[in-house]
């Protein structure tokens, strides 16, 4: 009696499939790390808007994306404190009245477009110069005075129904659903892309 068989060499298919693994995780991660570079830069250009500040004047509280790793395909953003003298925002109002650094200030203290607000009247008030040179407004409470701060960027970005938070999301899913769809098909293909590593920040 003889056996007759029918033999698979799967090695090749075994490289296939290794590779198409290797590169999915791959696809994900640029996907990923695309649509959070992108809804980085509107969100802070909304930020400006919000704060009623150039984007300069809080850049160190924004920093770059942390990009996803192999391990965790997810890439994060943390926006941290940065107090900005309510003097440096758009929307503020100082009329000197017993000298030129002594009169009456309205403005917002926090999110001036979306989300919640909170404007400010401040019948008697004072300009002082901080000694980095920084203008703030300031206000006497009995025997203690105490600086006016605008919005901070993470408190811009704390509400979700904020103008910031609402258009990071939008970018952010939309870009994600634009990108992974290519990025997945490259890899079934066995095609290779940028390792997402070498892509660089925002």
Known sequence: MADIQVKLDTKEFEQRLEFASRESINAMRR???????????????????????PAS????AVPLVKASTASNISATWTISKKRLSLLE???????PV??????????STFRTTGGGSASLSLPKAFVMTAPNGARLLMVRNGSKIKAI??????????????????????VAERELAKNLGAEMQ???DGASGPSPSSLGGD
């Open 89 to 95: 925002l758009s929307g503020t109002r100082f009329a």
């Open 149 to 170: 701060y605008g919005a901070m960027p993470n408190t811009t970005m704390s509400q979700d129904d904020g103008a910031p938070r609402v258009l990071w999301t939008k």
């Open 186 to 188: 490259r890899a079934l």
């Open 31 to 53: 996907a990923v790390d695309r649509a959070a570079r992108s809804a980085r830069k509107d969100a802070i250009r909304e930020m400006a808007r919000d704060i009623g500040a």
């Open 98 to 107: 017993l000298s030129t650094l002594r009169g009456k200030a309205s403005g």
């Open 57 to 60: 004047k809080f850049r160190s």
